[in-house]
């Protein structure tokens, strides 16, 4: 099975940066993903890791490391549109089941 | 064209009532999931069908009911309705191995049982 754990809730000022961290435990480790959420809305995928590293897509990167069981995300330059939900998941080797942290609530104040 | 679409997208009922859910597909993926978000935002996976069979299903109550007519297709049915059921219900798919985006997420279906 897995577990996830991220912060509840961070909150940050508009342009500035936000690292959101993402511990968990799997039994079958095939790659993780963080995707963003706005209220009301379904969850969009904004990136992957499935080798230990940063990966960089414009104003947001994410970081893996499978050893420590550990990702961030990171968010640079932060816009109001940035205020959602941010959700860690987990896929399974073995199934290909995506498992999902509770969410991390981003709230961005001018 | 919406890739994956969600009917009704709100739905108020009475405890005791059964209600269905449908989900459809147009991206020709094989796998389709259900998932349910709570009032904490929490998202858990209750059940997946990959090419009409079902290959996941969790600890999900047994008035919960999956049907898969066809890959584009997974409704769920859910019978003598509980107010614990109050929640949205996200629909997904896949499509086979291990694509590097996960999954594609219908818009949700926000069921309040009252």
């Known amino acids: 099975g897995q577990n996830i754990d991220q912060p509840t809730e961070m909150t940050a000022t508009e342009g500035a940066i936000v690292q959101i961290n993402c511990t968990y435990q799997?039994?079958?480790?095939?790659?993780l993903f963080w995707y963003q959420q706005h209220a009301g809305e379904a969850p969009t995928f904004l990136s992957y890791?499935?080798?230990?590293g940063l990966e960089e897509k414009g104003r947001f990167s994410s970081f893996l490391s499978r050893s420590k069981g550990y990702s961030y995300l990171l968010l640079k330059e932060l816009q109001m549109k940035d205020s959602a939900s941010y959700l860690c998941?987990?896929?399974?080797?073995?199934?290909?089941?995506?498992?999902f942290g509770a969410g991390t609530t981003v709230t961005v104040r001018a | 064209d919406t890739a994956v679409s969600q009917t009704p997208k709100y739905l108020v009922t009475q405890m005791g009532n059964d209600k269905s859910i449908k989900c459809e597909q147009n991206?020709?993926?094989?796998?389709m999931y259900w998932y349910k978000q709570d009032s904490k935002k929490f998202l858990k996976i209750m059940f997946s069908?990959?090419?009409?069979?079902?290959?996941i299903n969790e600890t999900v109550p047994n008035r919960f009911s999956p049907k898969s007519p066809d890959k584009a297709h997974l409704n769920l049915h859910i019978n003598s309705l509980e107010l614990g059921d109050s929640a949205v219900y996200f629909c997904?798919?896949?499509?086979?191995?291990?694509?590097?985006?996960?999954?594609?997420f219908g818009s949700g279906t926000r069921l309040t049982v009252v």
């Open positions: 997904a798919s896949s499509p086979p191995g291990e694509p590097n985006y996960g999954y594609t």
């Open positions: 890791n499935v080798l230990d």
């Open positions: 069908y990959n090419n009409k069979e079902l290959i």
């Open positions: 799997t039994s079958g480790f095939n790659g």
């Open positions: 991206l020709g993926h094989d796998t």
């Open positions: 998941a987990v896929r399974d080797s073995n199934d290909y089941k995506l498992s």
